[in-house]
């Protein structure tokens, strides 16, 4: 029997959680019946969507309950499997959540394909955040050559997926940070046109400078003050895939009182497409055309990424919390001992 | 030699407009050029973008100077003809300003053509506000047959058409207009499923209570009040083609502050499309498509229109400011005497 480790939700934070809200608990593994698989947790993505499902607020999926597992994706090994697509040694992904072990029908599971690039990428760069980036642009941004795309955190696994493609694809990437070592990244590793530090007081006008010809296409994953800067600078026919809003999810936006008419009013005035979206909407029909596509370029190191490896599960509760206020410096994910 | 009247914008108004914003001016009127067409106006359309024009805010299309004419499109009889393609006694519209004649180039005309309707529908029902309609719904909103199509001002030229067509095409038209006379208008005239009044106090909840499967559509042309409403009625993929926001245009919306963060937020949750468009992006592949498919259901009667038409060209100004605050009930339209 495997003693297996997980983390609850304790409490529901008000405005930016606390360790309180988390609590580790020691639980039995049960056997693994006719299908299931029992899996032992590698790494543990975190991702700002969680924070959503902290709150009992109207959102796109249902609130983790106080005393349930915290909701997540992780990368594993199988341990054993009555299931016929996986034996053990088998490496594996699956939304089994902030645990150790876990015994999950082999059908929610789908063995890590990362075309030769590392393995934690799988829940990364070529995972759902990486997706999101490709889908959103792809579907919804649509850049073309010589247009303008723009994208907060953009050292993040969004972010810096969202500036590559549309290198990629002939567009000029304009990427927004926080702090310069993050901006000096964005610019010199990923090779964007431009980097701005949303910490400065000149955010506007340092934007304006380097989006002389406006901005065609702004990758939401946000908000708040960025928003603000953003929205004078979107040309007609601007559109903004809209895939999070993490300066609200604590509920302490910066952004200025009463923005909305001048938001539907550049809306009108410029005939810009806001088109809010899950990644879930593309990746039954599209998931495996992104991995065919960015796989290859990622192991090459053509697309690049940067990951924030925090060692320890039951570290995972802080990082998370940091994570939301931008500590993090690439895509977080929790590596178990 | 005809000595012309015109209106034009005396100052610029701060919030709503006053009479005294506009001035009746007394012009000789030039004689015609080669290529140029003498044309005396017999009706004048008034419609809300108009109070954009006599603002210097940034706009989707330059301010009226002062001292400058009034924009707008006119149906009028040709005097004298310069131009190949038009002779005395023709109807013709085009964008004269608010005139009583005017020497326009040819190429700026349009023959009337409304398939056997009144010739004030071609700047109604058949013209710009009825293109709005369609091609906002058409090629923005796509209503599918069983889908919730709601719309404010829906007495008016643009609301009438989108909910008919939302008939037509085989959804639910739920209208939302001023008073009891305009909501009885909507439902028992049109042939709306509902009609709501966004003057009741209980508007969120009466909204909700006729959306019962929530609302698929909305077309956007009033915002304030109304769009706060809408919000959280809106359905995942639902689709907001904005073509106006009257309750905004004197800067006097009475919606509530601070609502940004909550409208992104149901953008993302919701995976909403929000669309800004003017008509004119549409037009020049899809008038011609609109008036063969739209001026025979207009003929027949199987599509329904109301006009407001005000008599005697200098009571343009007043008619123009009761509009915006709801006071005309249909299509505004001033006959010249």
Redesign the interface.
Same mark, same amino acid.
């Given at each position: 029997m495997i003693t297996a480790k997980r983390i609850v939700l304790a409490s529901r934070p008000t405005g930016a959680p606390k360790p309180e809200n988390f609590r580790v608990e020691d639980a039995e593994l049960p056997e693994a019946d006719e299908g299931e698989v029992t899996v032992r947790i590698l790494y543990l993505s975190l991702d700002p969507y969680m924070r959503g499902r902290m709150s009992e607020a109207?959102?796109?999926a249902a609130p983790v309950p106080v005393d349930g597992v915290m909701e997540g994706e992780t990368i594993g090994e199988v341990l054993k499997s009555r299931h016929n697509d996986f034996a053990p040694g088998d490496i594996v992904r699956g939304r089994t959540g902030w645990v150790t072990h876990a015994v999950i029908r082999g059908d929610r599971l789908r063995h890590v394909e990362t075309h030769g690039a590392p393995l934690t990428t799988a829940i990364g760069v070529l995972g759902m955040p990486g997706f999101t980036a490709w889908s959103g642009l792809k579907f919804i941004g649509k850049p073309k050559p010589g247009e303008t795309v723009a994208v907060a955190a953009a050292s993040g696994p969004v972010g810096s997926m969202v500036g590559q493609l549309a290198k990629l694809w002939g567009a000029r990437a304009v990427g927004i940070a926080g702090g310069a070592d993050k901006c000096a990244f964005v610019k010199d590793e990923l090779g964007f046109h431009a980097a701005i530090d949303h910490r400065s007081e000149n955010l506007p006008s340092e934007l304006k400078t380097v989006c002389a010809d406006g901005i065609d296409v702004y990758f /939401?994953n946000v908000?708040g003050h960025v928003?603000d800067a953003v929205l004078p600078l979107l040309n %007609?026919y601007g559109r903004v895939p809209?895939?999070?809003?993490v300066a609200?999810y604590n509920g302490t936006?910066t952004?200025e009182?009463? @923005?909305?008419?001048e %938001?539907?009013?550049?809306?009108? @005035?410029?005939?810009?497409?806001? @088109?809010?979206?899950?990644q879930t /909407?593309f990746a039954p029909d599209h998931f495996d055309e992104f991995l065919s596509d960015i796989g290859p370029r990622v192991a090459s190191g053509e697309i690049k990424y940067r990951e924030d490896i925090v060692d320890g599960f039951e570290n995972a509760p802080e990082a998370f919390i940091s994570m939301l206020t931008g500590g993090n410096f690439g895509k977080l994910i929790v590596q178990l001992s």
């Open positions: 109207k959102s796109y /939401e908000g928003w %007609t809209v895939c999070g809003l609200h936006s952004s009182s009463d @923005r909305l008419p %938001t539907m009013s550049a809306i009108l @005035r410029q005939s810009l497409l806001v @088109r809010g979206f899950i /909407e």
